[in-house]
């Protein structure tokens, strides 16, 4: 019984909140001559890959949580990631969540820019993260930063939407490839324009290809299309308390797979390692790269 009543509640929420990104997809997707998505399977981690200039990336992606006490919940956002230069990518996020016994609303906005200030590959592949976030009553937990815990989603929708948080978040993202593996720590700083103390954060992934070698056919579900890996994420306090005290803890294996037509599909199970933390995280997440989006428009109106 219970595992029906959620699968028709994940359905509902599916529903009210994907609609806009599906409508959108549906709409772009057939116009797109070629697509092309190759990511790696993290979903708070950050990795040294830029977005190619001219190209763009739309993922919708969503968390799933229960917390002890309270309703189960899932956050959702639509991302659109452009590349603006090889060494500049930026990123708008529309954010939103729908809570069980609750309600569903709109919880804001991001917009993030990265900088890769080395062109060339190198054994560390520094990359420079600044993020404006005008949000309240989130729950796509992006990232972990300062104290955030499980019971910070104990609280009504109705009073939690209250509580605006514009927020600069900075991160410091180093990224490297070795022997078909991606390795990426990504160190996290947000401060609260409302004048509370700078918040720390850390995430770390490590992820490869299934098969480095391609297959001399086109295949569908070869294991070349898929990507596994590890991601460990948490807060580390604040400028008044840095460390691991009450701060929650996620650690979880991660997997992708990008089909032919560009399509990459994502899905990680991310587990509290202490009791501040939500018992279990489900992610998932749908995306589509478009080659030369402005490109393609401007030749078909010709």
């Given at each position: 019984?219970?595992?029906?009543?959620?699968?028709?509640?994940?359905?509902?929420?599916?529903?009210?909140?994907?609609?806009?990104?599906?409508?959108?997809?549906?709409?772009?997707?057939?116009?797109?001559?070629?697509?092309?998505?190759?990511?790696?399977?993290y979903f708070v981690t950050y990795s040294?890959?830029?977005?190619?200039?001219?190209?763009?990336?739309?993922?919708?992606?969503?968390?799933?949580?229960?917390?002890?006490?309270?309703?189960?919940?899932?956050?959702?956002?639509?991302?659109?990631?452009?590349?603006?230069?090889?060494?500049?990518?930026?990123?708008?996020?529309?954010?939103?969540?729908?809570?069980?016994?609750?309600?569903?609303?709109?919880?804001?906005?991001?917009?993030?820019?990265?900088?890769?200030?080395?062109?060339?590959?190198?054994?560390?592949?520094?990359?420079?993260?600044?993020?404006?976030?005008?949000?309240?009553?989130?729950?796509?937990?992006?990232e972990v930063a300062g104290h955030d815990?499980?019971?910070?989603?104990?609280?009504?929708?109705?009073?939690?939407?209250?509580?605006?948080?514009?927020?600069?978040?900075?991160?410091?993202?180093?990224?490297?490839?070795?022997?078909?593996?991606?390795?990426?720590?990504?160190?996290?700083?947000?401060?609260?324009?409302?004048?509370?103390?700078?918040?720390?954060?850390?995430?770390?992934?490590?992820?490869?290809?299934?098969?480095?070698?391609?297959?001399?056919?086109?295949?569908?579900?070869?294991?070349?299309?898929?990507?596994?890996?590890?991601?460990?994420y948490g807060g580390l306090g604040d400028?008044?308390?840095?460390?691991?005290?009450?701060?929650?803890?996620?650690?979880?294996?991660?997997?992708?797979?990008?089909?032919?037509?560009?399509?990459?599909?994502?899905?990680?199970?991310?587990?509290?390692?202490?009791?501040?933390?939500?018992?279990?995280?489900?992610?998932?997440?749908?995306?589509?790269?478009?080659?030369?989006?402005?490109?393609?428009?401007?030749?078909?109106?010709?």
């Amino acid at each position: 019984m219970g595992g029906a009543v959620l699968a028709s509640w994940v359905r509902a929420a599916l529903a009210r909140i994907g609609f806009a990104a599906l409508l959108l997809t549906g709409m772009v997707l057939p116009s797109c001559l070629q697509c092309h998505a190759q990511e790696y399977p993290y979903f708070v981690t950050y990795s040294q890959e830029m977005e190619e200039p001219g190209n763009l990336d739309i993922e919708w992606f969503n968390a799933v949580g229960n917390p002890p006490g309270g309703n189960r919940f899932m956050g959702s956002d639509v991302e659109f990631e452009y590349g603006l230069k090889g060494w500049w990518t930026t990123e708008f996020y529309l954010d939103g969540q729908a809570t069980q016994n609750d309600s569903t609303i709109f919880t804001g906005f991001r917009w993030e820019n990265r900088f890769r200030p080395l062109s060339r590959e190198h054994w560390v592949n520094p990359v420079l993260y600044a993020e404006f976030e005008d949000t309240s009553a989130d729950k796509t937990l992006r990232e972990v930063a300062g104290h955030d815990g499980r019971y910070d989603f104990l609280v009504p929708n109705r009073l939690a939407h209250m509580d605006k948080e514009r927020e600069l978040e900075l991160k410091l993202i180093l990224g490297s490839n070795l022997r078909g593996w991606n390795i990426s720590e990504n160190f996290i700083g947000e401060k609260n324009f409302a004048g509370n103390p700078w918040e720390f954060g850390y995430a770390f992934g490590a992820s490869r290809p299934l098969q480095l070698a391609a297959s001399a056919h086109e295949c569908v579900f070869c294991a070349e299309k898929f990507q596994a890996g590890v991601e460990m994420y948490g807060g580390l306090g604040d400028a008044n308390g840095f460390g691991l005290h009450l701060t929650s803890q996620y650690l979880g294996p991660t997997v992708n797979w990008t089909a032919p037509n560009g399509m990459t599909v994502a899905f990680s199970p991310q587990f509290g390692l202490n009791g501040y933390s939500l018992p279990v995280l489900y992610r998932f997440s749908v995306s589509y790269e478009f080659q030369q989006f402005f490109s393609h428009f401007h030749r078909s109106g010709q």
